[in-house]
C-alpha cells in the first residue's frame, strides 16, 4: 500500500480548458491538500518543481498533434523522484497525436512513475463550434472516473502503466497527415510559422490586460496593440480569453485551416484512457 501524503495539479491551460479538465479528474480524489501549478507564464516555468515518492502529480496540456511546442521547458521544471503521474492531453474533438506517449516518455525521463494517461475532448482552441459543448456531463463522469481508478491503483501500490498510449489519428485527410509527421519526426519541435499567427486588436479592446496575463511567452503590446510573431506560439489564448472579443486572426492560413474543420462533418470522439 502507497500513502500518499499531498495532490499537485500541473496544466498548461491557454484557454483555460485544460485547466478544468484537470481539475475535474482531481475532483474524484478526496481528503488531500492539493497544490496547482499554473505553467501558463514564463515566470512559473521558470520554477523548479520537485515532488516525491509521497505526492501524486495530474499533469495536462494541450495538443496539436503532440504536446503544445513549450513542453520542453514544461517538463525541465518537473523533477519526480518515483513519484506517482497521471497524465493528460486535450485535443478538440479531432486527434491528439503521439500527445500521450510524449507525455509517457518526458514524464518517465523527468523520474516520475506514470500509472494512468487519458485523453480527453474539450472545445476546439481555433474553431469553437467543434465540440462547442464539450466536456460535457458524460465526459465529466468519465474523468471522474479515470481519477478515481488512478488514485485507486497508486493507493495499492501499482506504479506500472500496463497499457502503452497509441497514436489518436483524426477522420480529417489534413489531420492525419499532421499526426504522421509527428510520428515520423517525434523530436522535432512543434511550431506555426509567423503567418499563421498574425492576429489583429480592434477598438474593441479596453486593455484589461488579461491577454497580456494569460500569454505564455510574452508577446503581446497592449499599450500599441502589437503582436511579437516570432514569439508566439498560434495556442489563441489571448483570443479566447479576451472579453471584449476583441482579438481576431488575420492569417489566410488559419482561415483556410479553420474552414476546413467547420466543413468537416463533426463526429462525437471520445475519451481514451490507458492504465
Known sequence: MNKIEKL????????????????????????LPVETHDLLTSASRKKEYNFGRDELVIFGCMTAGKLFTLSDEIFA???????????????????????LKETL???????FSVVALGAFVARHSIDPTFGADRPDAKDNELMKD???????????????????????WSALEMGNKVVAYREEHPDEPYALPPSYKS??????????????????VDAIDI???????????????????CPMHAIKSTSKEMADIMKMISDMPETRLEPEIFF
Open 146 to 168: 479515470f481519477g478515481r481508478r488512478a488514485y485507486e491503483k497508486v493507493l495499492g501500490g501499482d506504479l506500472t502503466l500496463h497499457t502503452q498510449p497509441k497514436t489518436g
Open 105 to 111: 516518455e518526458r514524464a518517465t525521463n523527468s523520474g
Open 223 to 241: 499599450n500599441n496593440k502589437t503582436f511579437d510573431l516570432d514569439r508566439c506560439i498560434g495556442c489563441w489564448g489571448c483570443i479566447n480569453r
Open 8 to 31: 499537485h495539479l500541473a496544466y498548461f491551460s491557454p484557454s483555460g480548458s485544460t485547466e478544468k479538465i484537470v481539475k475535474t479528474v482531481a475532483s474524484a480524489i478526496e481528503g
Open 77 to 99: 521544471c518537473l523533477h519526480g523522484d518515483g513519484t506517482p503521474f497521471i497524465g493528460i492531453a486535450t485535443f478538440g474533438n479531432t486527434y491528439y497525436g503521439i500527445a
Open 199 to 216: 492576429k489583429e486588436i480592434s477598438n474593441a479592446c479596453i486593455k484589461c490586460g488579461r491577454c497580456v496575463r494569460s500569454c505564455p
